[in-house]
């Protein structure tokens, strides 16, 4: 029995392998590794240690199992370690390249009547038991309402629907210098991209979505809008974003923003609905729709009734 169920472990394995093989052979991501600066100078070759990571999670192993303690790999752990933090390597270049061929690949397998999107958010990276990490800093989970050590994941990516892709990413530290617990430890060529991404750690996390968004629509890939969360409601922001694509995101109610509504300035969620049809209860949508004036740009609100997931006072919609 041990030896049948050895045998059905090593096929599996053996077909997850050559499934692996075949994605990197398809995607050429060999060559797009050479093409981002990642290239061998010593020892093993990057596409080795490269596909040596990339199969852990599908054979259920994490690091320690799958690098350090494996000894059939063709190189030591050292090796896997000075790969990944190497300042040199443009991970982002990477990441995106091979994205924008899957992109592609995707795009020939759905119609031209399905939307696709871009989609940026954020999310918090907890290191609570870190002390020494490099650009550590307390940021504030507004979900959870406390506070930690970690960093914050800005992500920017593409989605049909069905499918999502990331194309690109910012690791955040904290733009106020008192609230960072670890600076930068290392002296690097300031022309290296380590040296950039740690400059951009350091700044806003909003400072940068609209070269993320141009550098993407820049590779070809097609969207017809972006959506954002409402932490990303600014009228600044949206107005920037909205150069490069029409904005979707669910509006805020902020006491300092106003808009033109009636000849007189009015928040935007408290503008009230043009029609006064009731929807029944439990319906989640309101269709109706109206027109405001804002920092001489034009936009469209449209109001969603929410009944079920955020009791709101009376006459607050939602602006979308």
């Known amino acids: 029995m041990n030896h049948t169920q050895n045998y059905l472990e090593q096929q599996e394995a053996k077909r997850l392998q050559d499934r692996i093989s075949s994605f990197l052979d398809d ?12 290239r061998k100078l010593r020892g093993a070759k990057p596409l080795a240690v490269f596909t040596a990571i990339f199969a852990l999670p599908f054979g259920g192993l994490n690091f320690s199992r799958g690098i350090v303690e494996n000894r059939e790999l063709g190189f030591q752990k050292d090796t896997a370690y ?6 040199r390597y443009n991970w982002r270049k990477f990441l995106l390249g091979l994205v924008t061929v899957v992109v592609r690949f995707m795009d020939v397998l759905t119609t031209e009547q399905r939307e ?8 918090t990276y907890d290191r609570s038991r870190s002390k020494v990490v490099e650009l550590l800093a307390w940021v504030h989970d507004h979900n959870a309402n406390r506070s930690f050590k970690g960093f914050k994941l800005m992500t920017l990516g593409w989605s049909d629907g069905i499918s999502f892709l990331p194309l690109d990413f910012i690791l955040c530290s904290s733009s106020k210098a008192s609230k960072r617990l670890q600076g930068v430890r290392k002296e ?3 022309r290296c991209c380590g040296y950039k991404r740690r400059v951009e750690a350091m700044a806003k996390s909003t400072e940068h979505l609209e070269t993320m968004v141009k550098r993407v629509l820049a590779r070809g890939i097609r969207a017809d809008y972006l959506l954002m969360d409402s932490w990303f409601a600014f009228p600044a922001l949206l107005a920037t974003l909205g150069k490069h694509l029409p904005v979707i995101c669910m509006g805020k109610d902020m006491p300092k923003v106003f808009c033109r509504h009636q000849g007189g300035n009015t928040c935007p969620m408290r503008i009230p609905s043009p029609t006064t049809r009731r929807c029944a209860p439990g319906a989640s949508t309101r269709p109706t729709s109206c027109s405001a004036l804002y ?5 469209r609100l449209c109001y969603i009734e929410n009944f079920i997931l955020v009791p709101r006072p009376q006459n607050l919609w939602v602006a979308l």
């Open 295 to 299: 920092r001489r740009l034009i936009k």
């Open 116 to 123: 696709k999107v871009l989609i940026i958010d954020d999310s």
């Open 188 to 190: 690097m060529d300031k």
């Open 82 to 87: 000075e790969f990944l933090k190497n300042p």
């Open 27 to 38: 995607f050429k991501v060999g060559t797009l590794l050479a093409g981002s600066g990642i």
